[in-house]
């Protein structure tokens, strides 16, 4: 039987964490407190103290989430939906939570679009949605990813937000197993699932990896997810006063901006993790993240990721999770080139190339750099011949 409820001891070890990550690791949390006035008072370190400088030259690039008004109605949920151009994919998702949704009193549900000019996404919405339950907000002009998810944040009234994208979908008993986690954990700031993750034609890729067997807050959670992306957006729901304290989405990340929010929550709160696979995560070649990697704009956004990440952890933490970090994503960078080749997409292939260096800079010299340098040799080799032969 799953223990539903965390013990004392295991809430103890997070807030206080094994005697070692306590001394490490520099939570936000006492940042946040430090500034506000009525908050209670939190002692801060002197790894906290140390950390404060590149904490406050950064806020420009996070959009800052205001409370919303004293009086407005708060629903328990706020299930948010940015689009742009989307296709069918977008009634399925729509159709994924109003199978499963409460009332209007409990469930605030809304799409929210950016600007899409080749599709009447209102006439989506509706033809799900005659009764006019969903909520429908557009921009005038494009605001990018970063601009609609925090305009989708500013919309929410919702005390938990879950922002879905539009060819994702959540499975049943998605948003009560959430709920539950916040009930169980109220001090956590956010909770996340398992995921299946599935391409254009629901074909299954793979299930992401299980955190843990039983739901709880996960231990000694900052330095894995710093160390790489392990939750799908369509996974994740957060209180909204962790968005009101923390801000929102960076406009500088392009692609990582959903990795970079979930390590600072985790630097800020605890994490609750449910084990059942309960989202639906769709990669497929018309998505942005596809055009990202053809663009090649993915790697140097995940290499300012890393930097971004790894400075909530200190000392021999931080060097360690950066190197493990960067040598995960140059064998992704390294997978992708093969793909690309196999395709016969060489102009992507050499984008992806030449932004390689850069990742593996973060790899001492010597051996951990030397076979993926072997490796990158190999593949600039096997470009340069694709590449006369199709000029031949």
Request: charged fraction near 25%; aromatic fraction near 6%.
């Amino acid at each position: 039987m799953f223990n539903r409820h965390p013990s004392h001891s295991s809430r103890q070890r997070h807030r206080h964490g094994d005697r070692g990550m306590a001394e490490r690791v520099f939570l936000a949390r006492d940042w946040i407190h430090s500034h506000d006035d009525d908050a209670p008072s939190i002692p801060l370190g002197p790894i906290a103290r140390g950390a404060l400088p590149w904490q406050r030259d950064e806020q420009v690039a996070r959009c800052p989430i205001a409370p919303l008004p004293t009086g407005v109605r708060r629903p328990g949920y706020a299930v948010m939906l940015p689009t742009y151009e989307p296709d069918v994919r977008l009634k399925r998702a729509l159709l994924s939570v109003l199978a499963q949704a409460p009332g209007p009193d409990a469930m605030q549900i809304a799409v929210i679009d950016d600007a899409s000019s080749q599709v009447d996404v209102e006439a989506i919405v509706r033809a799900c949605d005659p009764t006019g339950r969903v909520e429908f907000h557009r921009h005038d002009q494009r605001v990018g990813l970063a601009g609609n998810w925090n305009r989708c944040l500013g919309l929410a009234r919702g005390r938990l937000v879950h922002l879905l994208h539009q060819d994702d979908a959540v499975m049943p008993g998605f948003y009560s197993r959430m709920e539950h986690g916040f009930l169980a954990a109220p001090d956590a700031g956010m909770a996340f699932c398992r995921t299946r993750i599935v391409d254009g034609d629901d074909r299954l890729i793979k299930t992401s990896s299980r955190q843990q067997w039983i739901p709880g807050i996960l231990s000694a959670w900052l330095p894995r997810i710093a160390e790489r992306q392990r939750i799908q957006t369509p996974a994740a729901v957060v209180a909204r006063s962790v968005y009101e304290r923390l801000g929102g989405f960076r406009s500088d990340l392009c692609h990582a901006l959903d990795w970079e929010m979930w390590v600072r929550i985790a630097a800020a709160y605890p994490v609750w993790y449910e084990p059942r696979v309960l989202a639906l995560y769709r990669r497929h070649r018309g998505n942005e993240s596809s055009r990202l990697l053809t663009s090649g704009a993915v790697w140097p956004d995940l290499h300012k990721a890393i930097e971004l990440n790894t400075r909530w952890l200190a000392g021999t933490d931080q060097e360690r999770v950066r190197q493990r970090s960067a040598r995960w994503y140059a064998g992704s960078a390294l997978r992708t080139v093969e793909k690309q080749l196999r395709r016969g997409e060489l102009e992507a292939a050499g984008r992806t190339l030449s932004h390689l260096p850069d990742l593996l800079r973060f790899l001492p010299d010597g051996g951990d750099r030397s076979p993926p340098l072997r490796r990158t040799g190999r593949l600039q080799d096997r470009l340069r011949t694709a590449r006369r032969r199709a000029a031949a």
